[in-house]
């Protein structure tokens, strides 16, 4: 029976607050911002390490962006992943969630399937949530999403999650293979482990796929694959508050705000 196989989808962001737009291109100018790997993933990665560490398995990290991310994808390594499966490529830059989740997809076909994989509940960047059903959707299999608990039945081959509602919560269970989205900030995450941060830097830790690689469409790829366009940016003006003075004594101010809160009902 072959090893049970799991998949942590990673992306590195630009922090939030140093993030520009290009007026001429209406796309996101990371260049000048620190990057990060980004937050809500790394309750998927947490929820990955457990799970993994109740259940065995290989876990492997997959991200798409270019070289330089990976020395921060490497620490996913010195907390307790396998190996690190970087999609990059030229042709990939600009995608959207659909060419994202496609070229995620062919990833994971290339590294042979998954039986599960996880991923944040959104990204920083773009905070789209679409990608977990994106790649849930190319891989034609079930998902459980935005969980705070997983637990799995390997023997019947099915996963069980539980999320929170407003005032309550759901149990929801699915046969594997499945995609997973985590709640952000439901999971803890824990400190890398020192004594696997020199295995984590080795160059093997690492494998490296492009379009070519991934045998991937390239209309499905890149901005040529995404359909999703920005026609125009614009600046959101900003409501000034009208600060209302009250005159006159205590009765008198208390009259005039009671005529004020009666015209604005």
């Known amino acids: 029976m072959p090893e049970f196989h799991m998949v ?10 140093e993030i520009r737009v290009d007026r001429e291109t209406r ?9 990060e790997l980004n937050p809500p993933d790394m309750s998927a990665l947490e929820m990955a390490l457990n799970t993994r560490d109740r259940y065995g398995g290989k876990l492997d990290i997959l991200s798409m962006g270019p070289l330089s991310f990976e020395p921060l994808l490497r620490v996913g390594l010195a907390m307790g992943c396998d190996h690190i499966v970087l999609l990059s490529d030229r042709a990939f830059g600009g995608a959207d969630t659909l060419a994202t989740t496609y070229t995620l997809a062919k990833g994971i076909e290339k590294m042979g399937g998954a039986d599960l994989i996880f991923c944040g509940e959104e990204s920083a960047d773009g905070a789209t949530g679409q990608v977990p059903a994106g790649l849930a959707e190319w891989l034609n299999v079930s998902q459980l999403t935005l ?12 996963a ?15 046969p594997l293979p499945c995609v997973v989205s985590v709640k952000n900030a439901s999971q803890e995450p824990r400190f890398i482990n020192f004594s696997r941060k020199a295995w984590a830097y080795e160059t093997e830790r690492v494998t490296v796929w492009n379009a070519v690689d991934l045998n991937a469409d390239p209309e499905s790829i890149g ?4 359909p999703t366009t ?18 006159g004594e ?11 809160i009666r015209d604005s009902l």
């Open 8 to 17: 942590v989808c990673v992306k590195v962001v630009p922090r939030s607050d």
């Open 27 to 35: 796309l996101l100018d990371r260049r000048h911002a620190r990057l």
């Open 230 to 247: 920005v026609s125009e940016l614009a600046r959101v003006p900003v409501r000034e508050r009208k600060r209302i003075k009250l005159e």
């Open 223 to 226: 901005l040529t694959g995404s």
């Open 250 to 260: 205590a009765m008198a101010k208390a009259e005039q705000l009671a005529v004020i």
């Open 147 to 158: 969980l705070t608990e997983l637990s799995l039945d390997l023997d019947k081959q099915t």
């Open 160 to 174: 069980t999650g539980r999320r929170s509602l407003k005032g309550g919560y759901e149990i929801l269970e699915t």
